[in-house]
């Protein structure tokens, strides 16, 4: 098989997948509110990881994901802080800083996409004057 129809397989292949994608998404869009549960941790882990695999990344929707995971095993975690530690306070301390780090980089991309960004980087540079 030539290196061109390698390509080829390779692009429809990847268009195909993001066509599945898309048909999940809606599927559960679709889905009545009351049938609707919200997604687990396990199933945002397993988006994040989609999201880093693919080549042109939603900064958004990781950021989102990411928040989503960390403030879930926080909750957990802030439920049996009884019996813990200093080094685990720490550390418990140390997640809470960083989804508040999280919640001002979404609140940042919010702003760049009103301000016509699309899909903007976090790790840009800073837009002040």
Not at 72 to 95: F, I, S, W, Y
Not at 106 to 116: A, E, N, Y
């Amino acid at each position: 098989m030539s290196r061109y129809q390698q390509l080829v397989n390779e692009s429809s292949n990847s268009s195909q997948q993001q066509q599945q994608q898309k048909e999940k998404e809606q599927q559960f869009q679709r889905m009545p509110q009351s049938q609707a549960q919200p997604p687990s941790v396990g199933y945002h882990l397993y988006m994040y990881r989609e999201q880093l695999a693919r080549r042109n990344c939603e900064y958004m929707r990781l950021s989102k994901a990411k928040y989503f995971i960390t403030e879930t095993l926080l909750a957990k975690t802030v439920r049996n802080l009884k019996g813990c530690t200093v080094d685990e306070l720490k550390t418990v301390n140390n997640q809470i800083v960083f989804k508040h780090k999280l919640r001002h980089q979404i609140h940042r991309l919010r702003k760049l996409q009103s301000l016509g960004y699309r899909n903007p980087n976090p790790n840009m540079q800073s837009t002040e004057l």
